[in-house]
């Protein structure tokens, strides 16, 4: 049971637009910023969002992630098949002093 | 290049111990603070431990805590971590991390590939 929430899957074809959500609590995204990562198929995780609603470079502004109080979205435009990976959010959580992370949401680009 | 180097894994029986390395190179170790965060067949991540940049602050997921130690070497450019009583159940790939810490803010901006650790009789 992961202390923040996401959806399991979402789909979407190609060229459309997805968002997934991440519930957490006042003492996780409620009090600090929201980060994403995007996982392939076989790799290890990469960062995808941090701050909220930054992207590192190299990001393409096709990601997008914003913050509302204890909630969190990162939506994806102009659907790739390459885009098809998991994606997890993940914050600090004052309560646990520790890193939480969602349990992950598969994308299948149709 | 930014780059991070797992290496230690292996096949442990139940109960035994075994020792993760982590190299850092194109970056400044001794300034980030420094993650673990492993991922079981199938599943999805869990931060497993981290360790202030000089080593003076250390926060373990409670499930590991008093059994696994993390622990670094600045002068290697090297990140530990030291597992014991080891469990069926922790069976993952086990990721080295660099992050980015600051008030409110903590996130890996920086994944090594991983290493497996299998537990099995």
């Known amino acids: 049971q992961s202390v923040l929430t996401q959806p399991p899957s979402v789909s979407a074809a190609p060229g459309q637009k997805v968002t997934i959500s991440c519930s957490g609590s006042?003492?996780?995204?409620?009090?600090?910023?929201v980060s994403w990562y995007q996982q392939l198929p076989g790799t290890a995780p990469k960062l995808l969002i941090y701050d909220n609603s930054k992207r590192p470079s190299g990001i393409p502004d096709r990601f997008s992630g914003s913050r509302s109080d204890t909630s969190a979205t990162l939506g994806i435009t102009g659907l790739q098949t390459g885009d098809e990976a998991d994606y997890y959010c993940?914050?600090?959580?004052?309560?646990?002093?520790?890193?939480?992370f969602g349990g992950g949401t598969k994308l299948t680009v149709l | 290049e930014v780059q991070l180097v797992e290496s230690g894994g292996g096949l442990v029986q139940p109960g035994g111990s075994l020792r993760l390395s982590c190299v850092a190179s194109g970056f400044t170790f001794s300034t980030y603070w420094m993650s673990w965060v492993r991922q079981a067949p199938g599943k999805g991540l869990e931060w497993v431990a981290n360790?202030?940049?000089?080593?003076?602050?250390?926060y373990y997921v409670d499930s590991v805590r008093g059994r696994f130690t993390i622990s670094r070497d600045n002068a290697k450019n090297s990140l530990y971590l030291q597992m014991n009583s080891l469990r069926v159940e922790e069976t993952a790939v086990y990721y080295c991390?660099?992050?980015?810490?600051?008030?409110?803010?903590?996130?890996?901006?920086?994944w090594g590939r991983g290493t497996t650790v299998t537990v099995s009789s």
């Open positions: 993940g914050t600090w959580d004052y309560s646990l002093d520790n890193v939480v």
């Open positions: 360790i202030k940049k000089d080593g003076s602050k250390i």
């Open positions: 006042s003492s996780n995204i409620g009090s600090n910023y």
């Open positions: 991390t660099r992050d980015q810490q600051g008030a409110g803010n903590y996130y890996m901006d920086v």
